[in-house]
């Protein structure tokens, strides 16, 4: 187990009345069973096959935009493609995406039996859709700031589609929770020490020391907002990211301590 800063995040009240406004990571290693197992690795192909559905949409999209607009300079004609455009925002992937899979769009899949939908999308928690396709939103709005000029640091191309033994298996889900309500009403908590339940899993085995997490968890000085979940090495870990309380007073680390420089001994150079 081990705590890794994170981003701040807007503070918030916990169950017990508590701010909360300092953005930590803590780490674990799983054991998942042999069920679990699967499940796991369905999750993280759901996620490609989620992220890949958006990218191949924006591409043929850009594709046909740009075909009409080589067709119109050709012909001197200065009207604007026919295909509109398509919104690459998280919010209308997000949409987009339930409706393709629950089959209430004009291509969504025909299965076998003539039912148009994702047939499979009901073994796995919603947070991996959705989860994947606000991840596509965030890559596309990265080439599109890089293409405008607006984005410092490297030259960020169209992003690439994602196959499997190519890219880390990892997925995230989301900790929806009421305000006021206690954390074991929450979908991702700790039913015992060495256990930590995840929607659609069950109770997870964990690796490692969970009595500072789930003290921290109980006594409203930590909230979870999402678990993620990553593949290395052939070893699953969670990630619980959340907001915590600001340190006590005494164990906070002090500015500006010195009020006098401090030597340091290099050792003896010369005689």
């Known amino acids: 187990m081990g705590e890794v800063a994170s981003r701040p995040s807007t503070a918030s009240i916990s169950h017990t009345g508590q701010v909360l406004s300092r953005a930590v990571t803590f780490q674990f290693a799983l054991d998942p069973n042999a069920h679990q ?20 949409r924006v591409k043929a999209n850009l594709d046909a935009r740009s075909a009409e607009r080589e067709v119109l ?56 859709f959705e989860g994947a396709s606000g991840d596509a939103a965030r890559a596309l ?8 000029g607006v984005r410092s640091g490297a030259t960020v191309g169209f992003p690439r589609f994602q196959a499997k033994g190519k890219v880390t298996p990892s997925f995230r889900l989301r900790n929806r929770a009421t305000p006021g309500r ?3 009403s929450q979908p991702v908590h700790f039913t015992d020490p060495s256990h930590l339940r995840l ?38 870990t969670v990630s619980l990211t959340g907001v915590a309380a600001q340190f006590h007073q005494a164990e906070r680390s002090h500015t500006n301590r010195h009020a006098v420089p401090v030597g340091v001994d290099r050792g003896i150079i010369s005689l």
């Open 37 to 56: 197992q699967i499940l796991l690795a369905k999750c993280a192909g759901a996620r490609r096959y989620t992220v890949n559905h958006h990218l191949a």
């Open 141 to 148: 709005e990265n080439f599109s700031a890089a293409r405008r």
């Open 199 to 236: 929607p659609k899993f069950g109770p997870v085995k964990v690796f490692g020391p969970t009595r500072k997490v789930r003290r921290m968890i109980n006594g409203g000085r930590f909230h979870v907002y999402s678990a993620t979940l990553t593949q290395r090495a052939g070893r699953w």
């Open 73 to 128: 300079s050709e012909s001197g004609d200065s009207c604007k493609p026919s295909t509109p455009s398509l919104s690459w925002s998280g919010f209308s992937f997000i949409n987009e995406f339930n409706a393709w899979k629950n089959g209430e769009s004009e291509d969504s899949l025909v299965n076998d039996d003539g039912s148009r939908c994702l047939a499979w999308r009901h073994e796995l928690p919603g947070d991996v």
């Open 182 to 184: 206690s954390p074991s």
